[in-house]
């Protein structure tokens, strides 16, 4: 499938949610802890094929605001998993930068600790910026920002009429990376779950019924493929953007 790929219209910035661990695990016996920890074995595989390929970033939804009110045994299993994987061998093998987003200050101190020293680790890799979004919900980033943008208007730092789009962008957890090119859920599941809603505006989305356990370099060629067959309109017709208007 690698030769369908146009290596020319590569997406720059692919955004994944990581869907179906869970299931994937019960259908083989086992606790949900077994699927995560799969899914990690995934990440690595697709971190190392989206550097191959030229993507420039890479951001998987890891655990959501909305996950804190999984049984604890789990959360702590995951905490437990987020510490284990962080090994420098994927970002510096692959010349990777690694960036988290989310509410940091609720996860455990060990946990925030190992994420401030890969960050610092990593800070000077070029290929590829991997971010995690852990303790992370869209919602939960819109108000962080228009918080922020409210101190900024009570200490007239701004007035009412800098607010446009680009200020509450450049107010966003992302505010260091471009928009998404291309959203990929995984796990059969038709819904976007609170993530990175103002980012995805114009994103393609694409759903697939794999178990994030189970998609591979091959699910992300089919993705990338199905991406490259799409027009990006933007709110134009397709007269205008054929002619290049």
């Known amino acids: 499938m690698t030769e369908q790929l146009d290596m020319k219209r590569i997406p720059r910035h692919i955004a994944i949610i990581m869907d179906g661990n869970g299931r994937w695990a019960a259908e083989r016996g086992q606790q949900r802890s077994f699927g ?19 993507v420039e970033y890479l951001t998987l ?6 996950n804190w009110n999984r049984p604890a045994d789990e959360v702590s299993a995951l905490m437990g998993l987020v510490l284990s994987s962080l090994e420098d061998e994927i970002f510096m093998k692959n010349n990777v930068r690694f960036r988290v987003i989310g509410d940091v200050k609720r996860l455990p101190e060990a946990v925030q600790s190992k994420l401030n020293e890969t960050m610092e680790h990593t800070a000077g890799n070029t290929a590829m910026t ?7 919900s869209s919602r ?18 701004i007035s009412a009429e800098d607010i446009d789009e680009e200020l509450i962008s450049k107010n966003l957890e992302t505010s260091f990376m471009p928009d998404p090119d291309l ?7 038709f819904r976007i779950s609170n993530y990175m809603l103002w980012q995805i505006a114009y994103s393609e989305l694409y759903f697939c019924n794999t178990y994030w356990p189970d998609f591979d370099e091959e699910h992300l060629h089919k993705a990338i493929i199905d991406y ?3 027009q990006r309109r933007y709110g134009k017709t397709e007269a205008q953007i054929e002619a290049g208007e």
Not at 36 to 54: F, N, W
Not at 140 to 157: F, G, M, P, V
Request: charged fraction near 25%.
């Open 130 to 136: 991997m971010t995690v979004a852990l303790s992370y």
């Open 228 to 230: 490259q067959g799409r």
């Open 36 to 54: 995560h920890q799969a899914g990690v074995d995934t990440v690595r595989r697709i971190t190392s094929e989206c550097t191959r390929l030229g």
């Open 140 to 157: 939960w980033e819109i108000t962080r920002a228009t918080q922020n943008i409210a101190k900024k208007l009570a200490d007239k730092s």
């Open 183 to 189: 959203l990929i859920r995984t796990g059969g599941e």
């Open 61 to 66: 939804y890891t655990f959501s605001t909305e």
